[in-house]
């Protein structure tokens, strides 16, 4: 095989995507949904709740969960909680149906959604952070950063310079904003709402080749909340610094995600193992994956058929 050296990409919003719009979980908690209560939960596959226990906190909880283990039945789960609460929703339900429908790469689903909040809710700090991310994915730069600059007043002046370091441009811009971004504080914001700001603050270092800061951030991110986005987006560091070894201890042989499953390949490829079992497993899987045009794993997938010897056609 050959050997290649690979680094994170110099456009870090999708591999952020998931932790910034996770974000809309600790305020979804508490909240019923309308429309939830009168559907037979039989129907749908998912069991009845208990009042206490509302289904809306059942989604927060399985977004969360998501933006832990990657695992996609989660979202399946989510749906089946969220379709028939879309009878009657409540903003808090459209912001559910914009988070599930962006982790599938369904941008514009996800967009309509969140437009519907903003229409009812427009100072809502988590559906202009959805927008904003949404905005970035899809190339909307302009209205991006219109929608973080948004933030200032609605949450706080940190999370709106963390959301703009994902969507400025020019190297003066985004040396300018990690100089800001390192002195500004992240005390009395919710964990995992300061981990997305110190994660948003490593990609940026990256960015501007200051690696000792980026880790320094990416670390103190993972030990607030250590979502698969930023894991993955700490091993793109790490494989920058050809520390391949490292890579391995770090995540574990039996990891099944593919955004972390994948990176670890590639650490073992630039090591010279056997990977060819690995391998053919995982083109198995992709190509099984395109033939469904199921692209939810669209990056992972791109790095698996460009580094690892796979053959998308």
Not at 112 to 137: E, F, K, M, T
Not at 161 to 175: F, G, K, N, P
Request: charged share 20%; glycine share 6%; hydrophobic share 45%.
């Amino acid at each position: 095989m050959t050997s290649r050296i690979y680094y994170p990409s110099a456009a870090p919003i999708l591999t952020a995507l998931t932790v910034l719009l996770a974000l809309a979980v600790p305020a979804a908690r508490g909240h019923s949904v309308a429309g939830g209560h009168g559907h037979e939960p039989g129907a749908h596959g998912h069991a009845h709740h208990t009042e206490a226990e509302a289904p809306a906190a059942d989604v927060a909880g399985l977004i969360k969960a998501y933006s832990i283990s990657g695992d996609d039945e989660l979202l399946t789960r989510g749906w089946r909680l969220v379709e028939p609460a879309l009878a009657e929703p409540t903003p808090q339900v459209w912001l559910h149906a914009a988070w599930l429908a962006q982790a599938q790469h369904r941008f514009r689903l996800a967009q309509s959604y969140v437009r519907q909040v903003l229409q009812v809710q427009p100072h809502n700090p988590q559906a202009q952070l959805l927008d904003a991310a949404i905005a970035g994915v899809t190339g909307d730069h302009g209205h991006a950063r219109k929608a973080c600059r948004k933030l200032t007043l609605s949450l706080s002046p940190v999370v709106a310079s963390a959301c703009l370091s994902r969507v400025v441009r020019t190297a003066d811009q985004q040396i300018a904003l990690l100089q800001r971004l390192k002195q500004m504080s992240t005390a009395g914001l919710e964990p995992s709402l300061a981990a997305w700001v110190h994660a948003s603050t490593a990609e940026l270092a990256v960015i501007c080749g200051d690696h000792k800061l980026a880790e320094q951030r990416f670390l103190q991110a993972l030990h607030i909340n250590p979502t698969v986005q930023i894991r993955a987006a700490y091993v793109d560091l790490l494989a920058s610094r050809a520390r391949h070894r490292e890579i391995i201890e770090y995540l574990s042989p039996d990891e099944s995600t593919p955004a972390l499953a994948v990176r670890r390949l590639m650490a073992l490829q630039q090591l010279n193992q056997d990977i060819n079992r690995q391998i053919d497993a995982f083109d198995r899987r992709f190509r099984d994956w395109i033939k469904h045009n199921d692209y939810r794993h669209a990056r992972e997938m791109g790095l698996f058929f460009l580094h690892l010897g796979g053959d998308a056609q």
